[in-house]
């Protein structure tokens, strides 16, 4: 099964909220390609940096990326 294209920060935002913080562990985040933000199209640096808000809150940092089509999964580790 592939990744979706499309989807809604909200959504990413709700799977982050699933994420539970702890020492050593990593996670990995699809994002498409595409997002909308209140059903309106979002710009791709407005979606990161809602998006990476909420996993620095959580006390993880970003540890790379994988392009793929449709979208990157972003990697994150807890943060030191």
Do not use: C
């Not at 990744?3 to 920060?9: E, F, L, R, T």
């Not at 309106?40 to 996993?55: E, P, W």
């Amino acid at each position: 099964m592939s990744n979706p294209s499309q989807g809604s920060i909200e959504e990413l935002l709700s799977q982050l909220d699933n994420i539970t913080t702890g020492p050593r562990q990593r996670f990995e985040l699809w994002v498409p390609e595409h997002l909308t933000l209140r059903g309106q199209t979002a710009h791709s640096d407005v979606a990161i940096a809602i998006i990476l808000d909420k996993i620095l809150s959580k006390g993880y940092e970003p540890d790379g990326f994988a392009e793929a089509a449709g979208g990157r999964t972003y990697k994150y580790k807890a943060s030191r």
